[in-house]
């Protein structure tokens, strides 16, 4: 009976990993309705999520060029160890300039289907350790479904040390005149102006809206926040779970 189960239990499909025009390893992730995602090894970046009418969701930077090995701006990154300039680290972290492998062994989350989701894991390496002597393994899930990429960060501490880490998840959103802009959900909240060295401010505005280049660190944000762009008809809901700051 057993032997018979094993036999049913249908097959994960394998990962679609293509060499990009650089010869990058870069896996697709597909899913029922007709959207995709795409993944970069090199930084566990996201460069690509597009809906189901196969129009692109990200912004990417024409600039952008992975053979130069640093960071590029666009799509979804990960800045770990640490965010921003907040620690004697490289701006953002390492990770996001790391080549990343996949995690064959992704516990506890449940298995993935390999079409619609990918497991990829960086180690510390003995720079990580100089900088910061303890050593961890930091995974990502990357799952795509209808309507819906999630991103799944997980720290390990590998060590017997106290591991101290700032970790987030930068979104470059694709959207049409940044002045049909909206965005709800930081109205009343403390920033910091990046403009402005940091200055500390209080949103008074009912929700944000653009008129000139904006770089702020909202403080004590809420799990919810909306990016509502007027002339594309289209709102981006942003989620996060268990990441207070
Ligand atoms: O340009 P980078 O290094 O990818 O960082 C992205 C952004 O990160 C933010 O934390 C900074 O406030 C911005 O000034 C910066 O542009």
Known sequence: ???IRARLRPRPMPLNIFPDMEGLPRIILTEATGSSAEVLLYGGQVVSWKNERKEELLFMS???NWKQSKANRGGISVCFPQFGNLGSLEQHGSARNRLWSL???PSPL??????????????STGVDLKNRPCSFEFRLRISLSAGKLILIPRVRNTDNKTLS??????NYLSVSDISEVRVEGLETL????????RSRFTEQADAIT???QMDRLYLRTPTKIAVID?????TFVLQKNAMPD
């Open 110 to 123: 449940p298995p993935s289907d390999n079409q619609s989701s990918v497991d990829l894991i960086i180690k």
């Open 230 to 234: 007027h002339e594309k008809k289209r």
């Open 210 to 212: 653009f008129d000139g």
């Open 62 to 64: 024409s600039k952008a």
């Open 103 to 105: 995690d064959r062994d």
């Open 190 to 197: 403390d920033y910091l102006d990046n403009l402005l060295n």
């Open 1 to 3: 009976m057993s032997s």
């Open 165 to 170: 880490f700032t970790l987030s998840i930068s």
